[in-house]
């Protein structure tokens, strides 16, 4: 029996199987501190440094058990810290719920100590579903509503509590009369099979031509096995968007990898040459990467009406779940005999990865960031989970790492915000205590946040089955991928006021806080300190001194582009070392065929 309505909420959060809610304290929310003490650790709170934090993992959270994240916080202050964490879980479509403080209901309009019209605020990032409570009847079902629509519309909810309602009577089951609510548990997803009649189109369109080009992302993610016999039947190659990066092992040699900025030049030359493209679960947003209007006779598939016909102009557009609706469709489709096509882009594939790993070879000053993917790579353990943050990290991860069967990864994929590396690891620790961990940061998303979330992991670290968080931090004292932008995108060359970081002391930092740190400086270290690191018995941290002149660019990037690389080089303060370490990347990168 809960015994106030803080109570109340989360007791009703643990029957809706939630057990632990990421948060910071405040008095927006006191009654709730109480409440979790009395509920003697189901659902327990877990401590982090910044509001924003506890969004971002809970956000993690859903990515890496497909459950609804949950985060609590503070009135004003508190709830507006929550906000680019839970921007971050609505973009890529993750369930999170956000419970908020709030000021006395008393006191509300009255221009009070930290009062923020919070659901104005959060009217926007939660505009599915956000309340405030005025009467304890309403918990309940303000409860069971926010969980049910953020897990059925893959996306964030809010509930505010101002804190004296917060530390009212419960009232648990709200009288049976005029004006009450009577809700109830749970929620299961449906399987959405499209029409019959749509189905045999999207078939004759992909069995009618010769070079299918498929395109997955994260919707895609339970769907391994009927992707790999769809593009088996069809001939066909498989591209990756970066969130769907997981979805399947890139150790397959029809597996493009990842598609677009971060992506390869085999998924490129895949969009580029082929006359029926297939998307499954994915929005990926930049269409010079897809094929060109009109190329390709297309088909999408998605759960999410909303999101089909968006990013090319399809012939069939199939609304429904990945797995079930490809497993409708293949019946209905020919084998292709004719393998030219794919023999081609497995060509495509296997010259990739030759090229990949003699870049990541390549002499640079001090150490290429690449190798330092590349060697992590060839060590992952099984059953490895990994997340990256934005910056040129999530460029290697893309690329340079060969996800295996079994493996998970996931990074801010739509909202691309620095600062989720280390929280969406602190997060996939807790969920999979008993599974090793690595966050790929660069130095600029570790000084933002990543350092001060060490201290959770100080905290909690020695309940963790393996102990294995790896924290790699690179050090290149930039702004790097914002540096290539400038220099790439706008001709104009690195401006050191904006872009070179101050340097610290990762390792020792780590160190500090009872860690193994180890700072890598020496191309020839970089492996065996993956070997140190992989054996170590305390969280890491793996400090590597990188090249910021290797440049984290599109594969494809356009002649106009290189002109104005090439121009900004002049009045470039690194103009010599870029030349000497990296232009030659380039030039390999432009010279085929375009
Ligand atoms: C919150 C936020 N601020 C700014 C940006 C723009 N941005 C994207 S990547 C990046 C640079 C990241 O630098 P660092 O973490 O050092 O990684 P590097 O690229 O140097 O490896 C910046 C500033 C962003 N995506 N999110
Ligand atoms: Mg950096």
Same mark, same amino acid.
């Given at each position: 029996?809960? *015994?106030?309505?803080?109570?109340?909420?989360?007791?009703?959060?643990?029957?809706?199987?939630?057990?632990?809610?990421?948060?910071?304290?405040?008095?927006?929310?006191? #009654?709730?501190?109480?409440?979790?003490?009395?509920?003697?650790?189901?659902?327990?709170?877990?401590?982090?440094?910044?509001?924003?934090?506890?969004?971002?993992?809970?956000?993690?959270?859903?990515?890496? !058990?497909? *459950?609804?994240?949950?985060?609590?916080?503070?009135?004003?202050?508190?709830?507006?810290?929550?906000?680019?964490?839970?921007?971050?879980?609505?973009?890529?479509?993750?369930?999170? +719920?956000?419970?908020?403080?709030?000021?006395?209901?008393?006191?509300?309009?009255?221009?009070?100590?930290? *009062?923020?019209?919070?659901?104005?605020?959060?009217?926007? +990032?939660?505009?599915?579903?956000?309340?405030?409570?005025?009467?304890?009847?309403?918990?309940?079902?303000?409860?069971?509503?926010?969980?049910?629509?953020?897990?059925?519309?893959?996306?964030?909810?809010?509930?505010?509590?101002?804190?004296?309602? @917060?530390?009212?009577?419960?009232?648990?089951?709200?009288?049976?009369?005029?004006? !009450?609510?009577?809700?109830?548990?749970?929620?299961?997803?449906?399987?959405?099979?499209?029409?019959?009649?749509?189905?045999?189109?999207?078939?004759?369109?992909?069995?009618?031509?010769?070079?299918?080009?498929?395109?997955?992302?994260?919707?895609?993610?339970?769907?391994?096995?009927?992707?790999?016999?769809?593009?088996?039947?069809?001939?066909? =190659?498989?591209?990756? #968007?970066?969130?769907?990066?997981? +979805?399947?092992?890139?150790?397959?040699?029809?597996?493009?990898?990842?598609?677009?900025?971060?992506? !390869?030049?085999?998924?490129?030359?895949?969009?580029?040459?082929?006359?029926?493209?297939?998307?499954?679960?994915?929005?990926?947003?930049?269409?010079?990467?897809?094929?060109?209007?009109?190329?390709?006779?297309?088909?999408?598939?998605?759960?999410?009406?909303?999101?089909?016909?968006?990013?090319?102009?399809?012939?069939?557009?199939?609304?429904? =779940?990945?797995?079930?609706?490809?497993?409708?469709?293949?019946?209905?489709?020919?084998?292709?005999?004719?393998?030219?096509?794919?023999?081609?882009?497995?060509?495509?594939?296997?010259?990739?990865?030759?090229?990949?790993?003699?870049?990541?070879?390549?002499?640079?000053?001090?150490?290429?960031?690449?190798?330092?993917?590349?060697?992590?790579?060839?060590?992952?353990?099984?059953? #490895?989970?990994?997340?990256?943050?934005?910056?040129?990290? @999530?460029?290697?991860?893309?690329?340079?790492?060969?996800?295996?069967?079994?493996?998970?990864?996931?990074?801010?994929?739509?909202?691309?915000?620095?600062?989720?590396?280390?929280?969406?690891?602190?997060?996939?620790?807790?969920?999979?205590?008993?599974?090793?961990?690595?966050?790929?940061?660069?130095?600029?998303?570790?000084?933002?946040?990543?350092?001060?979330?060490?201290?959770?992991?100080?905290?909690?670290?020695?309940?963790?089955?393996?102990?294995?968080?790896?924290?790699?931090?690179?050090?290149?004292?930039?702004?790097?991928? +914002? !540096?290539?932008?400038?220099?790439?995108?706008?001709?104009?060359?690195?401006?050191?006021?904006?872009?070179?970081?101050?340097?610290?002391?990762?390792?020792?930092? @780590?160190?500090?806080?009872?860690?193994?740190?180890?700072?890598?400086?020496?191309?020839?270290?970089?492996?065996?300190?993956?070997?140190?690191?992989?054996?170590?018995?305390?969280?890491?941290?793996?400090?590597?001194?990188?090249?910021?002149?290797?440049?984290?660019?599109?594969?494809?990037?356009?002649?106009?582009?290189?002109?104005?690389?090439?121009?900004?080089?002049?009045?470039?303060?690194?103009?010599?070392?870029?030349?000497?370490?990296?232009?030659?990347?380039?030039?390999? *990168?432009?010279?085929?065929?375009?």
């Amino acid at each position: 029996m809960a *015994e106030l309505v803080a109570d109340h909420v989360l007791e009703r959060l643990t029957e809706w199987g939630i057990h632990r809610i990421y948060g910071y304290p405040g008095d927006g929310i006191n #009654a709730f501190l109480g409440a979790f003490d009395r509920a003697g650790g189901d659902p327990e709170f877990i401590q982090v440094r910044h509001e924003e934090m506890a969004a971002f993992m809970a956000c993690g959270h859903a990515k890496f !058990t497909g *459950e609804a994240g949950v985060c609590i916080a503070t009135s004003g202050p508190g709830a507006i810290h929550l906000l680019n964490g839970l921007y971050d879980a609505k973009l890529d479509h993750q369930p999170v +719920v956000a419970i908020v403080g709030q000021q006395a209901m008393a006191s509300l309009g009255g221009s009070y100590q930290q *009062e923020v019209d919070l659901t104005t605020l959060f009217k926007d +990032v939660a505009h599915e579903c956000v309340h405030m409570a005025t009467d304890p009847a309403q918990i309940r079902h303000l409860v069971d509503r926010a969980v049910r629509i953020a897990l059925d519309q893959r996306t964030v909810t809010c509930i505010v509590v101002p804190n004296d309602l @917060a530390s009212e009577k419960a009232v648990e089951t709200p009288p049976h009369e005029h004006g !009450t609510v009577h809700s109830g548990l749970g929620y299961s997803r449906p399987k959405v099979v499209p029409e019959d009649g749509d189905l045999e189109r999207a078939a004759r369109v992909l069995n009618e031509s010769q070079k299918v080009a498929i395109l997955i992302g994260q919707g895609a993610m339970n769907a391994a096995d009927e992707v790999v016999e769809t593009a088996e039947k069809l001939g066909a =190659g498989v591209a990756k #968007a970066v969130l769907g990066k997981s +979805v399947l092992p890139d150790d397959l040699p029809f597996v493009t990898g990842a598609i677009g900025l971060l992506g !390869t030049k085999p998924s490129w030359d895949l969009m580029m040459g082929c006359d029926a493209f297939l998307m499954v679960g994915s929005s990926f947003p930049y269409s010079e990467f897809l094929p060109k209007e009109g190329k390709a006779r297309g088909v999408q598939i998605d759960i999410d009406g909303r999101m089909v016909g968006i990013r090319y102009p399809m012939e069939v557009n199939l609304v429904g =779940g990945a797995k079930e609706t490809l497993q409708t469709l293949l019946p209905k489709l020919e084998r292709k005999d004719d393998r030219s096509w794919r023999e081609e882009i497995e060509d495509g594939v296997g010259e990739w990865w030759t090229l990949i790993e003699a870049r990541a070879m390549e002499e640079a000053d001090p150490v290429n960031p690449q190798r330092v993917f590349h060697e992590l790579s060839e060590r992952l353990p099984d059953g #490895a989970i990994l997340t990256s943050d934005s910056g040129s990290a @999530a460029n290697w991860y893309a690329r340079n790492i060969k996800l295996r069967k079994g493996m998970m990864g996931s990074l801010s994929g739509t909202l691309a915000t620095m600062g989720p590396g280390v929280p969406y690891a602190i997060a996939a620790k807790f969920a999979h205590p008993e599974r090793p961990v690595f966050a790929l940061v660069g130095d600029g998303a570790f000084q933002m946040n990543g350092m001060n979330e060490l201290i959770t992991i100080a905290k909690y670290w020695q309940r963790w089955r393996d102990p294995r968080l790896v924290v790699l931090v690179l050090n290149n004292h930039d702004l790097n991928q +914002v !540096t290539w932008e400038q220099r790439a995108l706008e001709g104009d060359p690195k401006y050191e006021a904006s872009q070179v970081l101050p340097d610290f002391p990762y390792a020792r930092y @780590a160190e500090l806080l009872g860690f193994k740190g180890i700072r890598v400086d020496s191309p020839d270290d970089v492996g065996p300190a993956w070997d140190e690191a992989l054996a170590a018995t305390t969280p890491v941290v793996y400090e590597a001194v990188t090249d910021p002149e290797v440049p984290p660019l599109p594969p494809h990037i356009t002649f106009q582009q290189a002109r104005q690389y090439i121009t900004a080089m002049a009045g470039d303060p690194d103009r010599g070392a870029m030349l000497k370490e990296s232009f030659k990347q380039k030039i390999q *990168e432009f010279v085929p065929g375009r």
